[in-house]
Nanobody
Framework: QVQLVESGGGLVQAGGSLRLSCAVS???????????IGWFRQAPGNEREFVAA??????????AASDSVKGRFTISRDKDVNMSYLQINILKPEDTAVYYC????????????????WGQGTQVTVSP
């Protein structure tokens, strides 16, 4: 069973930056059973939305098409330590949400249904 643990959330002022981390355990990733890691977010009262995903073997990344994500979010992964990261720059109050990482057995994964394993989430709160 793949286990995912997010960290790095917190309270930040608008304009600041955060780097969220996702620890992927059980070394399934090392066997390439997991082909992609994704990041999603869910703001209060909203549905969970896709932010970014990265294909584990190649490092190819994909991002949500929305203007709210473009240019400010960067996903990465470190195969040596089984970690994925989500760098968020120029934070805005509308980025306030619980951020989740998820693992998929598909190499191309952007929908919630593509991801079989989920972390508990980390809260990001951006003050004006």
């Amino acid at each position: 069973q793949v286990q995912l643990v997010e960290s790095g959330g917190g309270l930040v002022q608008a304009g600041g930056s955060l780097r969220l981390s996702c620890a992927v355990s059980n070394r399934t990733v090392g066997c390439y059973d997991i082909y992609a890691i994704g990041w999603f977010r869910q703001a209060p009262g909203n549905e969970r939305e896709f932010v970014a995903a990265i294909t584990w073997p190649s490092g190819r990344s994909r991002y949500a098409a929305s203007d709210s994500v473009k240019g400010r979010f960067t996903i990465s992964r470190d195969k040596d330590v089984n970690m994925s990261y989500l760098q968020i720059n120029i934070l805005k109050p509308e980025d306030t949400a619980v951020y989740y990482c998820a693992a998929s057995r598909r190499s191309v994964a952007t929908r919630e249904s593509d991801f079989a394993f989920w972390g508990q989430g980390t809260q990001v709160t951006v003050s004006p």
